[in-house]
């Protein structure tokens, strides 16, 4: 079945963010729309950032183009009506902004997800399980590297062994960025580890101070960079500075090493034994089962002046609808608004798709054959009828009041001139 529309029947798109945990969810959408709602669904997209989600929910023409969405303050038609895996809070801004500026068309949050996503330091659970085999080294507890105490390097690959032909030189990296290394220094008091400096127009600048070109070291292995141990991140250094708090603060030997490429970033810590920076959920280190390495509670406070001591906060991961849907299709909007997964069920289809090599859909549909006890309550009652519909009897093709015997029943359009009662 179709949407209707003022140009005629129209299917129910999907719009599909670019990462693999957003192609998994979205296809268990697109299936149980399609094969068991009886809908026809497009997929659209696939667009890099959440922010497209709430561009092409809000019927803009040209959703992914940053220079101009192309949307409208006057009513439009989306072809785009259902969007999930968004994390809402990182661009809660531009949601405002849509809200504000786009009031007749904004998309609807219909709220979490079922589980929540993060950025944050992990480490292989192989070698968090030999740390505490031999030594009862709890390496996913932030002072289990305090080297006051442990010598956690021991159970890390030295950094010798990293090709640095697939490392950023220091002076492509967040490192040469003055206000980062400043507040760095600040928080810390660790002005060993920054350089101050003069520019060509006059200015200070503060730099991180870099060792062997590619490495910052902090005091806990500054003087014998041997008992360091490696924390591989990539683009410029994505959470480099959060990282560096958190070593010189709690006394870590993190050294930060930031991969070239995107290849480099998802090889490495494959390939090394490492720390690493990475987000869930996401398949790239999957293999590795991470254990994320906990530090004290987030303190928001402090992290809005630029203290990033304490551990990161999650965030909701979040499932979107076009302000339209609930009265084009109810029982697709009841759908989406039920929809609650755990994060190992993903996790789970992430795990399936690396061992397979399957497509999003095949593991999205063994997911779902597996787990009927997870998704049927997401589904409307069928004799449940929504406002504009009205209890149908197919044997007798009557509209009927009653549904003790739910055999037959099912919910049908008003006809012109009626209404529905309860």
Partial sequence: KFLSGPSGPYPIGVWVCDWPAAYVTSEVVHILLEEILGFRVVQTGPGPSTVDGFFALTGCATPTNIEDRGCSAEPVVTT???????????????WAEIERDYPQNAPRNLGNMGYFGKTSMYL???????????????????????????????????????????LKKCVDTRLMVSQAMEVYADITGDWHGVEILTDDNGNRVVRGKCWDEYFWYPP??????????????GGS???????????????????????????????LPLQIGSTFYWWVPDPTFLL???VEITFPPFDR?????????TSPTALSVDKYVSQDLQ??????????????????????MLRDQLETGNSSRDVACR????????????????????????????????????????TGLICNPCPSGTFSSK
């Fill in 288 to 290: 590795l089962d991470p």
């Fill in 301 to 309: 406070t402090a992290f809005l002046r630029g203290d990033k001591r």
């Fill in 124 to 166: 292989p659970a192989n070698i968090r399980q030999a740390a505490y085999n031999a030594e009862g080294w709890i390496l996913e507890f932030y002072r289990g590297f305090n080297v006051s105490w442990t010598q956690p390097a021991k159970y890390f690959d030295h950094h010798s062994s990293i090709d640095k032909d697939r």
């Fill in 237 to 267: 250094g994505w959470n480099l500075e959060e990282t560096m708090q958190k070593a010189t603060a709690w006394n870590m030997p993190l050294a930060p090493a930031i991969a070239k490429t995107w290849g480099d970033y998802t090889k």
């Fill in 367 to 406: 997911w779902l054959h597996g787990h009927e006890d997870v998704w049927k309550p997401w589904l409307p009652d069928p004799t449940k009828c929504f406002s504009g519909f009205g209890l149908y009897h197919q044997p007798s093709s009557n509209f009927v009041t009653n549904r003790r015997d739910p």
């Fill in 80 to 94: 785009n009506h259902i969007n999930v895996e968004g994390w809402t809070e990182s661009y809660a801004s531009t």
């Fill in 327 to 348: 009265t084009l299709a109810p029982e697709a909007h009841h759908l989406v608004r039920g929809m609650v997964m755990d994060l190992e069920g993903v996790n789970d």
């Fill in 220 to 233: 806990a292995c500054r003087d014998e960079p041997s008992k360091c141990v490696i924390f591989f991140t």
